[in-house]
């Protein structure tokens, strides 16, 4: 069972992302075909529609299991859809199967909805726990959290050899500079990261209600630098690959 603010967070998600396939399906529709009466027909007939279709069902079963409280299958249920995400990205476009570039977006994907996606369940189950085990849940997540950022900077590092293509481009097209300041987000996340275990898990044990407050707003903080870095990451997927741009300029 999870946490009671951790249930809340992924109910309150879970009808987000359910109420947004549709208008995604609707945004598309538009952008494929032309026009948005065309929606059911994108939804059968393209790759799109039928991964959307899949992360919708994914979705819907996961939300009726947060009624009753979640769990591992629940949990299980998110991770796929987040995973089927993948097939809507630039990687699975050049290579048009599982290979390297599409395995590399799978882990960063889990790696990011593991770490960013647990910060606002994380910093509303302290707010709720007595001092020791409010440290003892600290470092557990920090451990985590830590596991992430490596998955994170392996596979970014990879990812942005292959998009990007050379520095030139990481300089001058729009995907680059988007990239750059991805990087420069991640960067503050990872100082976020940092300073939450080694200066204030640290004290938390000794300094009483006042340490938590303080560690509460700094994963609050890192919350929402890390929703910003997701709104990167979307633009990013939705602009073309440098590498693209050289090639055909």
């Not at 809340?8 to 396939?21: E, G, M």
């Amino acid at each position: 069972m999870l946490f009671r603010p951790s249930r809340r967070v992924l109910s309150v998600s879970l009808d987000i992302a359910l109420l947004a396939a549709p208008v995604l399906l609707i945004v598309q529709a538009r952008n494929i075909a032309g026009a948005v009466w065309l929606a059911p027909m994108v939804l059968r007939v393209t790759l799109f529609g039928r991964v959307l279709a899949a992360q919708w069902l994914a979705l819907a079963l996961a939300r009726g299991l947060a009624r009753r409280g979640g769990g591992w299958p629940c949990l299980l249920l998110c991770a796929a859809v987040t995973g089927l995400q993948v097939l809507h990205l630039h990687g699975y476009a050049m290579e048009g199967r599982l290979g390297p570039l599409t395995a590399s977006d799978l882990l960063h994907l889990l790696a990011g909805a593991a770490w960013l996606g647990g910060l606002l369940p994380f910093a509303l189950a302290l707010r709720g726990l007595p001092v020791t085990p409010a440290a003892a849940l600290t470092r557990r997540f920090s451990r985590l959290a830590m596991g992430c950022v490596l998955v994170l900077a392996v596979t970014a590092a990879y990812q942005g050899t292959v998009m990007v293509g050379s520095a030139r481009a990481l300089a001058v097209t729009d995907y680059g500079w988007t990239a750059l300041a991805k990087l420069a987000l991640f960067g503050v996340l990872l100082g976020f990261a940092l300073r939450n275990r080694f200066r204030l898990l640290p004290p938390l044990g000794s300094g009483g209600a006042a340490s938590t407050r303080a560690l509460v707003r700094s994963v609050l903080t890192e919350a929402a630098v890390g929703l910003l870095l997701v709104l990167l990451a979307a633009l990013l997927a939705a602009l073309p690959p440098s590498m693209v741009m050289e090639e055909g300029g």
